[in-house]
């Protein structure tokens, strides 16, 4: 099965594009999965394309910028499987409005996801990736987090 079969792997952003594909990736690769994003309609149909035996896929809503939200989530997904080995966080969002007509709210929002959901997801998972053998914090971003105009 290779290094994911049997691992618990949490996926943030999990309910479409990379997170979906990833999600659908590692359960064919026979990991167990903790699966999250703030659309949960879209990421219990990520959740149902993993095609995954019951018992092996959690799916939840998740706002990956509410720090409360997701501590609860780790202490859930650690307590649901008993361990994780990687997290992958994943969410996050685009805002390419030009700087000048844009609100600060519109800065603060993507901050907001798409620096502090990885701070906050990374820490409230890290106490458990440590205590695998072979745990991994995987953080990621796409092109779009390098567009401005």
Known sequence: MGYFGGRVVAVTGAGAGIGRELAVQ?????????????DESAVKETADLCGA??????????????????????????????RVDAVFNNAGILFAGDVVDSEFADFE?????DFWGVVFGTKAFLPYVMRSDRGHVV???SAFGLRWR
């Open 109 to 113: 929002r993507v901050m907001s996801v």
């Open 26 to 38: 590692l359960a064919r690769a026979g990991a167990r999965l903790a699966l999250s994003d703030m």
């Open 139 to 141: 953080n990621t971003s």
């Open 53 to 82: 035996a019951a018992g092996s896929v959690f799916a939840a809503a998740v706002d990956v910028s509410d720090q409360d939200a997701v501590v609860q989530h780790a202490a859930e997904v650690g307590d649901r499987f008993g």
